[in-house]
């Protein structure tokens, strides 16, 4: 099974300044999709951001960014001018693009506190 | 559009008791997923109905938990009788297909204690 890792169990960064959130994982597998997700306090887990193993170029959606690098099975998650609406628990997940169950591999979570 | 919904946002019950989690997931959604995060653990998988039918039950833990999705639309999560280790968070999700870059909708969960 897909092991996914998240280092960082808790994050703090200031407004308007730049974060990066860690996260490997663990995959013999060729062809796969990455993803983050975001989950504010009780608040429903969202997509951020996506990326597919095949594509080389990074994802990135408006202030989130991705660094995937794939031969180190590497996944970070950038996010510049970080607002206060970005505190958030942050998961990392791994989903197979060959397997048939298509399930997703979390990480444990990075807590990611936004101070003014 | 309503999102994906779950009921009860949080349960206490006492070992030994049956709860059943209830998800409506978005309309139109054929693909329907339970996850459930143990405290200080990862989201894990439990499992994956297309419509009505079970296509991937491999997470499930053990025969206490019975999940089902009787026309294809909502779906219930029993779990009968509850240990303590079931305490968690039980997430729903959705998705219009099976594509596996696609995005997965999920809920806000339903928080489970068992004392």
């Known amino acids: 099974a897909q092991t996914v890792t998240q280092s960082q169990p808790e994050m703090s960064v200031q407004e308007a300044e730049t974060v990066t959130l860690s996260c490997t994982y663990d995959t013999s597998e060729s062809d796969y999709y990455l993803f983050w997700y975001k989950q504010p306090p009780s608040r429903q887990m969202i997509l951020v951001i996506r990326q597919e193993a095949y594509k080389q170029q990074n994802a990135t959606e408006n202030r989130f960014s991705v660094n995937f690098q794939k031969a180190a099975k590497s996944f970070s998650l950038k996010i510049s001018d970080s607002q206060l609406g970005d505190a958030a628990m942050y998961f990392c997940a791994y989903r197979s693009a060959l397997n048939s169950g298509y399930a997703l591999n979390f990480g444990k979570g990075t807590s990611l506190l936004v101070t003014p | 559009e309503a999102g994906v919904t779950q009921f009860p946002s949080h349960s206490v019950i006492e070992k030994g008791q049956t709860v059943t989690l209830r998800c409506d997931p978005i309309?139109?959604?054929?693909?329907l997923y339970w996850y459930r995060r143990v405290m200080g653990k990862e989201i894990k998988f439990l499992l994956h109905?297309?419509?009505?039918?079970?296509?991937?039950e491999s997470g499930m833990p053990n025969n206490r938990f019975l999940a089902e999705r009787t026309g294809g639309t909502y779906s219930t999560l029993k779990v009968q009788p509850a240990e303590l280790e079931d305490s968690g968070v039980y997430f729903c999700a959705s998705s219009h297909d099976r594509h596996p870059g696609n995005t997965i909708y999920f809920g806000e969960g339903s928080w489970l204690t068992v004392v």
């Open positions: 309309s139109g959604h054929d693909n």
């Open positions: 109905f297309v419509k009505e039918s079970k296509q991937d």
